[in-house]
């Protein structure tokens, strides 16, 4: 069946990757065996598991590495002091005993390694988790500022609104003041034009023409 998983990685994929690389590279293993194990335990090809390794995890356990290379070391110059060494044989008891003892330590070896890298990743998303609520804070104090803002332009819009309004009545105030001003000054010029009557003349006796005054009444 074809290894088709697309889902994100969780942290306890990441963890048995770690586990798993670290444990090929003390036991003088290569990383490609590591991705394929992973990849069988995981439903993911071994491809997808050394570019999780290489992109995400492995900057995680830089120290862990290390132990795991100088334990690797460690194991080869016992390997080879014990070639060197001349066989001697062992009853079978002291055989068992010794293996046991050999399978203690490894297991306890293993579950050191273990613990570091657990406390290692532990602290690394500890970082991260401080790094995201601090990511989360900023984002949240740049969303109420553009809501601030937001709100300042609606209300700064809604007064150039009012503003326009008033001064649109303000001008057809002024265009209707105008106008009756213009009514007024005409009905004015005509009332005076009509206050004016053509003088009256009479002749007097030598035949001389006088004007003859208005009367008070008249």
């Keep these: 069946m074809a290894k088709v998983r697309q889902d994100a990685w969780s942290h306890e994929d990441d963890l048995l990757l770690a586990e798993t690389v670290l444990r090929h590279i003390r036991e003088e293993s290569t ?18 598991c050394g570019f999780r390794w290489n992109a995400e995890v ?29 066989v001697i044989t062992v009853p079978q008891n002291e055989q068992n005993t010794h293996l046991e003892s050999s399978k203690t330590e490894e297991v306890q070896e293993q579950q050191s390694i273990t613990m570091d890298s657990v406390i290692q990743f532990l602290k690394q998303l500890k970082k991260d988790y401080q790094a995201s609520n601090q990511s989360k804070r900023s984002l949240e104090q740049v969303q109420e500022e553009n809501e601030t803002l937001r709100n300042q332009i609606s209300e700064m819009e809604s007064k150039l609104t009012r503003t326009a309004k008033q001064l649109e009545t303000v001008q057809e105030d002024y265009q209707v003041f105008m106008q009756i001003m213009d009514r007024a000054r005409k009905m004015t010029v005509f ?10 003349f009479r002749m007097d006796k030598n035949g001389n023409l006088q004007q003859v005054a208005d009367s008070p009444n008249q």
């Design 31 to 48: 990383q490609l065996h590591a991705f394929e194990e992973v990849g069988d335990k995981l439903n993911r090809t071994s491809a997808a």
């Design 58 to 86: 492995r900057n995680k356990y830089n120290d862990a590495i290390e132990l795991a290379k100088r334990q690797r070391k460690e194991k080869k110059r016992a390997n080879a002091k014990k070639a060197k060494q001349p």
């Design 191 to 200: 009332e005076d034009q009509d206050s004016l009557k053509s003088p009256s």
